[in-house]
């Protein structure tokens, strides 16, 4: 029986009750050995299975890891509340994932949204930025060849929502809007740092096209995992079909954004992430 102890980080339980409830059907019960607070989490001495963080969306999995190191407790263990409650969640799935180290390449926000989400780190440097379709799929054609480039500043833009200048940066023949950065040089040493910690060896390649020659032209990459996603059906392997209409935002963008924060997940992140596979969650 899994043996479980409960971290109460925050007065924020909306999470609790249900991810007991799964972690019971799927483990055939579990048994709760204990719970703790911050003041007394580290005293506990008793043989546990994982630490199951009640309050964890309101802290952040990132702070309360910090915190778990300070207090020298197996971060390995640790399991937040909200994440046993995503759709497709499995224990064993989920300790793969982590294990798994993956890198997430997409043309916009969507791999830091979804990790976010899913607690996983930035092993990308695409993060709050964004390619135009055609310099994303040259992009694709050798990402190590324009990670290796040296980034100009070739102009700024208006953020309309943030409301401040941001940076588009060149990359050989490919641009990036770099929209949630303010300075050409804070967002270079962020591309730096983080393209430092991408895994080759497990990549997840991820777009989406309102064009089917776009999607053609994607679907032609050598990625083992890759998706392309369409508000229209297809045949091909990489073609992972969303209907705009059930979030019915103005631009698909918002629409794809939204599945990375699961609002909703159309299809299984945990099976998609792993292995590519398509595990619809919803009626399409």
Same mark, same amino acid.
């Given at each position: 029986?899994?043996?479980?102890? *409960?971290?109460?980080?925050?007065? /924020? ?8 409830? *799964? ?58 509340? %909200? ?24 043309? @916009? ?6 990790? @976010?989400?899913? /607690? ?13 379709? &055609? ?14 480039? &040296? ?7 208006? &953020? !309309? ?17 770099? @929209? ?16 430092? %910690? ?10 989406? !096209? ?43 963008? &918002? ?30």
């Amino acid at each position: 029986m899994l043996k479980v102890l *409960i971290w109460r980080v925050s007065d /924020d339980t909306s999470f609790q009750d249900k991810a007991i409830k *799964i972690l019971e059907q799927q483990h055939d019960g579990i048994d709760i050995i204990g719970e703790a607070s911050d003041a007394d989490i580290a005293k506990v001495d008793r043989a546990y299975d994982l630490i199951l963080v009640v309050g964890a969306k309101k802290i952040g999995m990132s702070k309360i890891t910090q915190t778990a190191h300070k207090l020298n407790l197996p971060e390995e263990k640790l399991l937040s509340d %909200r994440i046993v409650c995503t759709p497709g969640f499995t224990l064993d799935k989920y300790r793969h994932l982590q294990r798994s180290q993956l890198s997430i390449i997409a043309m @916009n926000c969507f791999g830091g949204l979804i990790s @976010n989400i899913l /607690d996983l780190p930035f092993r990308t440097p695409i993060i709050n930025m964004f390619f135009e379709e &055609q310099d994303y799929l040259r992009f694709l054609r050798d990402p190590r060849l324009y990670m290796s480039e &040296q980034p100009i500043l070739k102009e700024t833009r208006w &953020q !309309t929502v943030l409301k401040f200048d941001y940076p588009v940066v060149t990359f050989g023949d490919v641009d990036i809007y770099m @929209n949630h950065y303010r300075d050409f040089g804070e967002a270079v040493a962020k591309w730096n740092e983080r393209k430092a %910690r991408i895994n080759w060896y497990n990549l997840f390649v991820t777009m989406y !096209t309102e064009d089917e020659k776009i999607l053609e032209q994607f679907d032609a990459l050598p990625y083992g995992k890759k998706a392309c996603f369409v508000p229209f059906k297809s045949d091909l392997d990489s073609a992972w079909y969303i209907n705009r209409e059930i979030t019915k935002k103005k631009y698909f963008w &918002q629409t794809i954004n939204d599945f990375a924060k699961g609002i909703p997940f159309y299809y299984d992140p945990f099976d998609m992430l792993l292995y590519g596979k398509k595990t619809p969650l919803i009626e399409m």
